[in-house]
């Protein structure tokens, strides 16, 4: 499928909390860890890859399931969840590139490759793919437009190309954005998805 450049959907505009913070300090003094969210870690040694879900649980909703099916076992994960009853996304949603929590930063320290997983506003199924890493980039978002989806590699609103994007800080300053609208992860195929990126991220050769 072709990457015909679009304009994208926008995420809901609104005025929020979330939109003073400067970094996670800031976000930390306000919002209390255990009650408001929660933050999930697991590092595997043996890898160089970081699947990543800054926006996850109630913020950007499944971001967090993807991400984990992403990673399995194989890889390094991350992800930050919003476990509030309500206003999650307000709250929480510390936008990528001031979102620089401190156990997040120590794991992608260590790897060579970063794939970060996000949520958008939209009704139409699409995935817009951004970020520094070139190959990478265009590998992902060929899977998943062999799945019969709609993706876009530019011409969207989300390009993360800021060196300060948490998917580029990674040890080799680049990395992988992925979001996802509304519309496909709520009705499309997940799973599917997961396996797509995941076999790309499994064909990497070792560093």
Same mark, same amino acid.
């Given at each position: 499928?072709?990457?015909?450049? #679009?304009?994208?959907? /926008?995420?809901?505009?609104?005025?929020?909390?979330?939109?003073?913070?400067?970094?996670?300090?800031?976000?930390?003094?306000? *919002?209390?860890?255990?009650?408001?969210? $929660?933050? !999930?870690?697991?590092?595997?040694?043996?890898?160089?890859?970081?699947?990543?879900?800054? !926006?996850?649980?109630?913020?950007? +909703?499944?971001?967090?399931?993807?991400?984990?099916? %992403?990673?399995?076992?194989?890889?390094?994960?991350?992800?930050?969840?919003? #476990?509030? /009853?309500?206003?999650?996304?307000?709250?929480? !949603?510390?936008?990528?590139?001031?979102?620089?929590?401190?156990?997040?930063?120590?794991?992608?320290?260590?790897?060579? !490759? &970063? &794939?970060?997983? @996000?949520?958008?506003?939209?009704? %139409? +199924? +699409?995935?817009?793919?951004?970020?520094?890493?070139?190959?990478?980039?265009?590998? %992902?978002?060929?899977? #998943?437009?062999?799945?019969? #989806?709609?993706?876009?590699?530019?011409? @969207? *609103?989300?390009?993360?190309?800021?060196?300060?994007?948490?998917?580029?800080?990674?040890? $080799?300053?680049?990395?992988? *954005?992925?979001?996802?609208?509304?519309?496909?992860?709520? @009705?499309?195929?997940?799973?599917?998805?997961?396996?797509?990126?995941?076999?790309?991220?499994?064909?990497?050769?070792?560093?």
């Amino acid at each position: 499928m072709p990457f015909e450049p #679009i304009l994208s959907r /926008h995420r809901d505009v609104m005025s929020s909390p979330a939109d003073n913070y400067k970094g996670f300090t800031d976000l930390a003094t306000a *919002q209390v860890e255990g009650t408001d969210y $929660r933050v !999930h870690v697991r590092a595997n040694a043996g890898s160089t890859v970081a699947v990543i879900a800054p !926006h996850g649980g109630s913020i950007e +909703q499944y971001t967090s399931d993807v991400a984990r099916d %992403v990673a399995g076992a194989d890889f390094n994960l991350y992800i930050f969840e919003g #476990i509030r /009853h309500a206003g999650n996304y307000s709250a929480l !949603h510390l936008t990528s590139h001031r979102f620089d929590e401190p156990r997040c930063l120590e794991l992608l320290s260590s790897c060579d !490759h &970063v &794939v970060a997983l @996000h949520g958008c506003a939209g009704d %139409v +199924q +699409q995935a817009l793919v951004g970020g520094l890493d070139e190959p990478l980039k265009a590998a %992902v978002a060929k899977t #998943i437009a062999d799945l019969g #989806i709609d993706t876009r590699l530019r011409g @969207h *609103q989300f390009p993360a190309t800021d060196p300060k994007n948490i998917c580029n800080r990674g040890r $080799r300053g680049v990395g992988v *954005q992925i979001e996802m609208t509304m519309a496909l992860r709520l @009705h499309g195929p997940r799973e599917a998805i997961s396996a797509a990126i995941r076999s790309v991220l499994l064909a990497l050769p070792a560093v």
